[in-house]
């Protein structure tokens, strides 16, 4: 007989399979089941608790070097223990979630960062107990090399863990819902950084606004995995006299789409709410028939009445920073990030043989090239944050 049949066998003696078809029973993630499977019977019969437990140390065995053995609350408490006693391993128990009161634990007993920790279920039916427990060590700092449990259901959900846990999908959306446009980046970079700074060794900032962590410094040889933290947006790139405002793209914003859409302008007094507006399909005639979104005829709409007031609700102008095409890209992009800004001459008819600027434009060039290097101080640190 393999260790399951025994398992179930003993199981089965015990009376610890209630079957209540009439009346299902409701499991931890609200399946309603016929079936209950209470392992908790097992300990109260020493034999079979014995041969559990002795099937569990077998399968720890396998696990080899780990340094914790922890239970899941609470059905794996008293199997982890045991567990734990016949291997002389120190032992922990975690929570579904950490006490309200006392010293609000989660994770109740001895742990260190880097451990490596066996994680011991009495049962896996959804495995939600169990990836709840995982991602509780994994937050401590530990590392898991394992669960065990006396049986699964053998669900696909639970055979299929997704790498997707309650804690990255959370992060996911805290860091979809903050706004990070291209150029400012920072308050999403320190929210990555805050979410993934169990699992690194050390982290770093470049002029050129990376934000990037490392494992294993220092070794040869390396991978690089490259992730975007910017948010496509709008500028605000003009406002007209009647309180419209006209944007710019900030990344590769899609203006097709934009029209209808609810917009946050983020300003200097906070959060300024607007619609992209667009006019009715049944005004739409003539010229207009056929009127598709362009950079140039979609507008922002915040309820004021003329550009004083929107202006007073905190919307101004903002300069959008892109490629340029000139070897100030070439700056920028060298050693690492270099913190580069061109500043151009407005004129007309450039490439020309006629190509004309205003003189009083090339005096304020000159000023405002002058003023931007005063405002440079020694070692001004440039980075995000
Ligand atoms: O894989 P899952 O869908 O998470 O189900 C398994 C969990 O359900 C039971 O816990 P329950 O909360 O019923 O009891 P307990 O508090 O005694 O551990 C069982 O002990 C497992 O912990």
Redesign the pocket.
């Known amino acids: 007989m393999s260790i399951a049949q025994e398992v179930a066998k003993n199981l089965l003696q015990i009376n610890a399979v209630k079957l209540s078809p009439q009346n299902p029973f409701t499991?931890?993630?609200g399946?309603k089941s016929p079936i209950y499977c209470d392992?908790?019977i097992t300990l109260s019969y020493p034999s079979v608790r014995d041969f559990i437990i002795q099937a569990f140390v077998e399968k720890a065995q396998k696990f080899e070097p780990f340094d914790i053995v922890a239970g899941?609350?609470?059905?794996?408490i008293p199997h982890g223990a045991l567990i734990a006693d016949r291997m002389k391993k120190p032992f922990i128990y975690i929570r579904?979630k950490a006490k309200s009161h006392g010293r609000q634990n989660q994770i109740e007993g001895i742990i260190h960062e880097g451990a490596k920790v066996l994680v011991i279920?009495?049962?896996?039916?959804?495995?939600?107990?169990?990836i709840k427990a995982v991602e509780a060590a994994r937050e401590a700092g530990c590392e898991v090399v394992g669960v065990l449990a006396i049986f699964s259901y053998g669900f696909e959900k639970?055979e299929r863990m997704s790498v997707i846990t309650s804690a990255s999908e959370q992060f996911l959306y805290t860091y979809l819902n903050n706004a990070s446009p291209t150029g400012f980046e920072a308050s999403g970079q320190k929210l990555w950084l805050e979410y993934i700074r169990p699992f690194i060794d050390e982290w770093h900032l470049d002029n050129y606004g990376t934000a990037y962590a490392v494992i294993n410094p220092g070794k040869p040889y390396r991978v690089v995995i490259e992730g975007h933290a910017d948010e496509i947006s709008w500028f605000v790139n003009y406002i007209t006299d009647d309180g419209f405002i006209n944007v710019i793209r900030n990344g590769g914003s899609d203006q097709v789409i934009a029209p209808s859409k609810r917009v946050n302008i983020h300003t200097k007094k906070g959060i300024v709410k607007g619609v992209f507006g667009w006019p009715a399909i049944h005004v739409r005639t003539g010229k207009d028939a056929n009127l598709m979104p362009e950079i140039a005829n979609i507008f922002i709409d915040i309820g004021a009445k003329n550009k004083e007031e929107v202006a007073n609700m905190g919307v101004h102008r903002q300069a959008a920073s892109r490629t340029t095409g000139t070897d100030t890209d070439a700056f920028a992009y060298s050693n690492g990030g270099v913190v580069s800004a061109l500043i151009s001459l407005p004129l007309r008819y450039m490439h020309t043989t006629v190509e004309m600027a205003h003189k009083e434009d090339i005096e304020n060039v000159i000023r405002l090239m002058y003023e931007t290097l005063q405002k440079i101080e020694a070692h001004h640190n440039f980075k995000y944050f």
Do not use: C
Not at 123 to 128: E, F, H, K, N, Q
């Open positions: 499991w931890a993630s399946i392992n908790r899941v609350a609470t059905a794996g579904e279920e009495d049962l896996i039916s959804t495995g939600g107990s169990s639970a």
